[in-house]
């Protein structure tokens, strides 16, 4: 993964971003109206900041509500083994899982730290038991529901 120092990005780089971070399917000729640019340097720049990886891609974000998934559990996973082989087994099988939105490993009493999207409390505990447990070298589970989401950037 290439590494690349924030600090060089100039301001017309910083504000495309900034715009493209707001609204993804912007027109080029609107965002270069925005930046005050013409479309072709714009489109240039677009160019360089998704080849240095500014920007990662481009996506829908959608109401998982809407879709019938309006549970949401944070669980705290650790681990009976933390070399290596064990954490690598641990994130590619957890990536598999479609209910886990998010996983961050965690420098915490706990291992790892999973956002988990499902239709209910039932088909929750479901997944808890049935997927979560059985993950390579799980050795103990914690549950933090969600009772209201105050702020989520995706929104």
């Given at each position: 993964?290439?590494?690349?120092?924030?600090?060089?990005?100039?301001?017309?780089?910083?504000?495309?971003?900034?715009?493209?971070?707001?609204?993804?399917?912007?027109?080029?000729?609107?965002?270069?109206?925005?930046?005050?640019?013409?479309?072709?340097?714009?489109?240039?720049?677009?160019?360089?900041?998704?080849?240095?990886?500014?920007?990662?891609?481009?996506?829908?974000?959608?109401?998982?509500?809407?879709?019938?998934?309006?549970?949401?559990?944070?669980?705290?996973?650790?681990?009976?083994?933390?070399?290596?082989?064990?954490?690598?087994?641990?994130?590619?099988?957890?990536?598999?899982?479609?209910?886990?939105?998010?996983?961050?490993?965690?420098?915490?009493?706990?291992?790892?730290?999973?956002?988990?999207?499902?239709?209910?409390?039932?088909?929750?505990r479901e997944v808890l038991?049935?997927?979560?447990?059985?993950?390579?070298?799980?050795?103990?589970?914690?549950?933090?529901?969600?009772?209201?989401?105050?702020?989520?950037?995706?929104?």
């Open positions: 993964m290439k590494s690349v120092i924030y600090e060089t990005l100039d301001q017309i780089d910083r504000k495309i971003l900034d715009e493209l971070s707001r609204d993804g399917r912007i027109s080029v000729a609107e965002l270069s109206r925005r930046v005050n640019l013409s479309k072709t340097p714009c489109q240039a720049r677009i160019k360089r900041l998704e080849t240095d990886g500014y920007i990662l891609g481009y996506r829908a974000v959608v109401d998982p509500e809407r879709l019938g998934l309006p549970h949401v559990a944070f669980v705290e996973v650790k681990l009976s083994d933390t070399r290596k082989a064990a954490l690598s087994a641990f994130n590619k099988a957890v990536r598999a899982l479609p209910q886990v939105e998010q996983a961050h490993m965690i420098a915490s009493s706990f291992d790892y730290l999973l956002k988990v999207r499902t239709k209910d409390i039932a088909a929750y038991g049935e997927k979560i447990s059985a993950l390579p070298h799980v050795a103990h589970t914690s549950t933090h529901v969600s009772m209201e989401s105050v702020k989520d950037d995706a929104e």
